[in-house]
T-cell receptor
């Protein structure tokens, strides 16, 4: 059974810092991995998707990496801003059609 | 592309009542997913449709829960005889049938059981 873990559960950093969020999964047979952002009381916004054959994806100040063999992904946020404050969730898909399995999220707070 | 739309945004009801939520996926997305999220947790999968066919159901989806997607467009999720434990955010997502199969989420329906 696939399990997804995110560490740390919460993180507080001063504005301008670079930071890394971690995601690990127990079954390396994944189809893809998505990183999402969730603001309080809102739905999920897709940030980056990495296919199983890819090693990383970049969008603006965000970079996500994937190491399938070790069951790990990281989300790197450069030059953090207060507007980055949110909960970040990673999720893996085990097959082409199906469900996402989520971690519990990392709650990020960027202090001005 | 107007995004995934969910209605209502909030629902407050008494224990034992039936509730129904609606999800309108992104136009031409043939795959539709329902998830449930409780406070401080990541979303948990409930069920998945490809067009009008319900292809997968979670064990979380007890016999009090039913989902439909008539004509392969919008979907409804009904909960009968609601219980306190049903209080959660119910999220809908959709994806196209083409790579990279990214799922796009709505803002959810928050259900509170009194």
């Amino acid at each position: 059974k696939q399990e997804v873990t995110q560490i740390p559960a919460a993180l507080s950093v001063p504005e301008g810092e670079n930071l890394v969020l971690n995601c690990s999964f127990t079954d390396s047979a994944i189809y893809n991995l998505q990183w999402f952002r969730q603001d309080p009381g809102k739905g999920l916004t897709s940030l980056l998707l990495i296919q199983s054959s890819q090693r990383e994806q970049t969008s603006g100040r965000l970079n996500a990496s994937l190491d399938k063999s070790s069951g790990r992904s990281t989300l790197y946020i450069a030059a953090s801003q207060p507007g980055d404050s949110a909960t970040y969730l990673c999720a893996v898909r085990g097959n082409q059609g199906g469900k996402l399995i989520f971690g519990q999220g990392t709650e990020l707070s960027v202090k001005p | 592309d107007t995004g995934v739309s969910q209605d209502p945004r909030h629902k407050i009801t008494k224990r034992g009542q039936n509730v129904t939520f609606r999800c309108d996926p992104i136009s031409e997305h043939n795959r539709l997913y329902w998830y449930r999220q409780t406070l401080g947790q990541g979303p948990e999968f409930l069920t998945y449709f490809q067009n009008e066919a319900q292809l997968e159901k979670s064990r979380l989806l007890s016999d009090r829960f039913s989902a439909e997607r008539p004509k392969g467009s919008f979907s409804t999720l009904e909960i009968q005889r609601t219980e306190q434990g049903d209080s959660a955010m119910y999220l809908c997502a959709s994806s196209s049938g083409q790579e990279p199969l990214a799922q796009h989420f709505g803002d959810g329906t928050r259900l509170s059981i009194l």
